[in-house]
């Protein structure tokens, strides 16, 4: 892993929410970033952070990002760098509007991810996309500031057991998620609701798992994305589960595979080469419970502090070819790690202006 001479200032867009709070966390110690400057609604701005926010993570916030002022919204920035995690029509003219004034930004949020010249990155299974930046620079004017997206969390765990599986062609997949109450942000869904239940439906979700992958598991032309030939049928589900999204996924390939070789496949997977050095790379990308009763939330969500996907209980499928369950976590791997992800992946792509990770680099 490369060292700055000296650290990013990042700017966070929704702070105080429960995202924004992954990313004061993973930001704390890292060797690349520091946190900058907070912006949250009117409600917390002017306030210290630590007033602001009700912290809902395991400790409190630290000591520096507490007693920083929150911004408003319409605060002139000075980070290069903008970490977002606004609710999704809040950010849509606002992340446009920073990366037109020369901002790079790393988005959350759903507004953008479907643009024909946004990147929608999971730098471990794609990250030649980011070229997709010039294509964007070019379109829109903007000489140094760019746009990126995350994913939707839930697609996280499909999108990476699907990624080494794409040799044997992926013809179709239905997929059944159980998702964590955190993927409701903060407060989120109401106690009334959750508690000894189970809410069969969650706006919007189905269809960002349907389509999305076809994005992120397609190639880059040089000029556009050709999205991956599949059909994917999602359901999915709120279950009373603080971290993390299990999905249940059968799926029909066009080879099928034995499942022996699936299983090799996934623990062969290294990730994308132009990904495997950045800090937050996961390690592993993937790892494969053999416990009959594995992957469970509680249990696998913080495997390889919260970057990795566990995956178990492949086996035969009576209607397609094999199924098996795939867990990530929602607000690290599904939300602020990756965006961390993809920041790092543009710098070091050369994508942030007057930052550069050379070969010889001493930590100031
Ligand atoms: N939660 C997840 O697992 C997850 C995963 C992937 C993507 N995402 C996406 O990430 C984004 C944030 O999600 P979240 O779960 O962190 O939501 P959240 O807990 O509700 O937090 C929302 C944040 O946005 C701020 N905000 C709300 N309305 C605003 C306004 N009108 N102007 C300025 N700031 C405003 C809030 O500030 P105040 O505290 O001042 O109100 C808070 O900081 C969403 O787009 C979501 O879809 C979430």
Known sequence: ????????????????????????????????????EVVASDRSAGKPYGEAARWVLAGSPPADVAAMT?????????????????????????????AARGHVVSSNTS????????????????????ALVEVQRRNRGWSSGALVTMTNCTSVALMVAFKPLLKYGIKQANVVSMQAVSGAGYPGVASLDI??????????EEDKLETE????????????????????????????????????????????????????DW?????????????????????????ADRPQPRRDRDAGAGMTTT????????????????LSHNTIRGAAG??????????????????HVGEAQVMG
């Open 1 to 36: 892993m490369s060292i700055l001479a000296s650290k990013i200032d990042v700017a966070i867009l929704g702070a105080t929410g429960a995202v924004g709070q992954r990313f004061i966390q993973l930001l704390e110690n890292h060797p690349w970033f520091r946190v900058g």
């Open 70 to 98: 929150v911004l408003p919204l319409d605060a002139q920035l000075n980070s290069p760098i903008v970490l977002s995690a606004l609710p999704s029509d809040v950010a849509k003219t606002l992340e446009l509007e920073l």
């Open 111 to 130: 507004s953008h991810r479907m643009a024909a010249d946004v990147p929608l990155l999971l730098p471990d299974l794609n990250a030649d996309h980011v």
């Open 195 to 204: 508690l000894d239940n189970v809410v069969p439906y969650i706006g919007g």
């Open 213 to 264: 992958p076809r994005k992120v598991l397609g190639s880059f032309n040089g000029e556009a994305i050709d999205f991956l030939d599949t059909v994917i049928s999602a359901a999915c589900n709120r279950v009373p589960v603080l971290d993390s999204h299990l999905v249940c996924a059968s799926v029909g390939f066009e080879n099928v595979p034995s499942l022996e070789q699936i299983k090799a």
């Open 267 to 291: 623990l062969a997977y290294q990730g994308h080469e132009l990904a495997r050095d950045l800090p937050s790379m996961p390690d592993p990308v993937i790892a494969y419970s053999e416990v």
């Open 311 to 326: 995956i178990g209980r492949l086996r035969e499928c009576n209607l397609l070819d094999v199924k098996f369950v795939a």
């Open 338 to 355: 990756g965006a961390i992800l993809n920041a790092e992946l543009l710098v070091s792509r050369g994508y942030v202006q007057g930052v």
